[in-house]
């Protein structure tokens, strides 16, 4: 046969349709788990959580099944379900026999200065068969540092004993908070805020002016003007939505964690104000994945509500996040709902105008509703005289570090770090010196103990290159290793980048190179800075280089020191 003579050639006959077909196994197992009908698009992460809770993994036969039951394409499922850092991905015959015990280590800053490392160290080196563990990032348990998550039961001042202990009795089951519940809440008035509401006895716009009046902002970290974002949402055309933010994840915030486990009736009685003010259709409430007691706890008071009449059923829908932290960003959170991946939307159009489902949609954090009765009860006056120095009401501060009692300090805005820790924390730890802290998480930036009488607030520490985001204070001595935390943090930004856009996805890999050497070239870290700044869609990569900045502007003795050994 010549080189061009093709006549021979046969090609194989093809016996079905091209691509990888369902597995009929796969897909009566996850019919049987999730339903066969009624099955709706933007619950396919809630899916993706179902099966993984019940298989310990998902598996590609799986995700191929999952694809069938909602009408979506393969490589849609597979985008999502590779996205969020909770599902564990694996091929049909790597399926496990019996559920994994996954082990969750944080390793972030303030777990990291508990001794995170050496535990780590101790327990990835020899697990035991059919358990995982795992680096992870901020769980949310930073006073209680370090912490680890056994399965779903979160361990405080964990060590490798008590992690071992978990493992060994199988104690994986989440601690369900005791919070306050509905008769409780109802006992000390609680709804009777929202009751005025329904029967008019206050007005919408005057709920709006008291808002102004107090100066509540978003406290998430953007602390953009409560008042101005509910008139916005008010005056689209419908339908609109609310949404709920509680997937706290910046590094060392644990205050909403707080206030869902100790009163969660007071957000919800918010939440359902201000879905009564923009007139919102429904509600969803994002929680993080990180806090399962408080899920259960939420499914129980939610079903309390609506057997009291509160709300009608399906009202407030709860979801699961994954594990992203870019979903605490609200276009981010908002596809995540749509059930694709957290990708921040460019804007303009704001969420306010086109959020969920392409609706008008209010998106507020946990503490901003958690606000709105006592504002309301009291007053917009009285809660704004509650600050310091020219600021407006009162912050919570996620205090964690070189103090005495760490915790969660609601104190007045305003306050500074010298008097936070003097007058809530108990002062610093024995045999620790103030060297410097960080004021708002991991992309608030770093401050040198000289600036410890700082006002701490929003917008008072913008031309020290700093801002208060979600007030999540670390308190830095003269032990801690500044190069380090700049690193361990540079690292997380990397990690928790979503990817799609190129400024963040590189720069911020870019950056752990730098801050990993040993003599830091300044002028780069300075442009590749202004770089990120400029162009990234979304504060993650605006923020990123926060942290090295400071160390460079306030610090100068510390790379010298470092540039100069040998």
Known sequence: MSATDHSAIRPLPRHGPRGRQVDPKALAELTRLLGGTGLRKDQLVEYLHRIQDRFGAISKGQLCALASLLGLSQADVWDVASFYAHFNLVEDEQRPSTKPIRVRVCTNPSCAMAGAESLWNSLSQTPAAGVQVERSPCIGHCTGAPAVQVGENSLQYASVESVQAAIASGDCAPRIPAGLGLEGYRTGGGYRLLERCRNHSLQAQQVIDELELAGLRGLGGAGFPAARKWQSVRQQTGPRYLVVNAD??????????????????????????????????RCYLYLRDEYPGIRQLLITEIAALEREQIIPAGYVELRRGAGAYICGEESALIESLEGKRGFPRQRPPFVAEQGLFGQPTLVNNVETLYRVREILEHGGQWFSDLGRRGQQGVLSFSVSGRVQNPGVKQAPAGITLQELIDEYCGGMSEGHRLAAYLPGGASGGILPARLANLPLGFGTLQEHGCFIGSAAVLVLSDQDDLRGLVKNLTHFFREESCGQCSPCRLGSDRLLRLVGERQWNHELIKELAELMADSSICGLGQAACNPALSIIRFFPELLAAKENHP
């Open 248 to 281: 706290e994840g910046e590094p060392g915030t644990c205050k909403d964690r707080h206030y869902l486990e100790s009163d969660p009736h007071r957000m919800l009685e918010g939440m359902l104000v201000a879905a009564w003010v923009v007139d919102a259709q």
